[in-house]
């Protein structure tokens, strides 16, 4: 009898142990598409390495726009940048050191007042910061992780609450094309149509 009861109980323990990895298996899903959510909001660990330079280093490097825009924090105004209004395809590279932060395919049609980006190309190519404010939750500010440039700003998306818009200062952005799609070989004019 005793020996039934200590079956029993072992039978419950091993049943309780594949109920609770069932039942992490089954949250674990939702639990990590919320981490990836709120990921692009939080302060990244970047692993890039640093780009550092003096002010008078990057007044050389950069213009008396991108100077105050990228190291001094200020802004342009809205719907003044080149690429407000831009809709070619290719890559936005950080106009001071380089690093590619935004794709055309992620251009967002929102109309901010700057370029504006659904996602940038790799988390860890921007570094988020939030600005302190005493009336409440700041302004949340994008650098880009390799110089610590100041990029632009996160804007609340109306339409798409979970998903953020990246507002980013033309000034701040140096526009690759992308390659142009390879060309169909020339053509040959067919001897059908050489006849006619
Ligand atoms: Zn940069």
Redesign the pocket.
């Known amino acids: 009898m005793q020996k039934s009861t200590n079956d029993l109980l072992l039978s419950l323990i091993v049943l309780s142990a594949i109920a609770a990895l069932l039942l992490y298996n089954f949250t674990k899903p939702f639990l990590t598409s919320k981490e990836e959510i709120s990921s692009p909001i939080t302060t990244s660990k970047v692993e890039i390495p640093k780009?550092v330079l003096s002010d008078a280093e990057w007044k050389q490097r950069l213009t008396p726009l991108q100077f105050e825009i990228m190291r001094q924090g200020k802004s342009e105004p809205a719907f003044s940048g080149k690429y407000v209004a831009f809709s070619e395809n290719g890559t936005y590279l950080?106009s001071?050191?380089a690093?590619p932060l935004f794709s055309s395919v992620d251009k967002s049609l929102e109309k901010t007042g700057w370029p504006t980006f659904t996602k940038p190309i790799d988390g860890k190519n921007i570094i988020l910061k939030k600005e302190s404010s005493f009336l409440g939750d700041g302004k949340i500010i994008v650098y880009?992780a390799?110089?610590d440039?100041h990029l632009g700003h996160i804007e609340d998306n109306a339409n798409k609450p979970r998903e953020p818009l990246f507002s980013i200062n033309s000034a701040a952005l140096n526009f690759i094309p992308a390659p142009a799609s390879p060309q169909a070989p020339s053509q040959v004019p067919s001897t059908q149509s050489i006849g006619k």
């Open positions: 780009l950080c001071a050191c690093l880009c390799l110089c440039s």
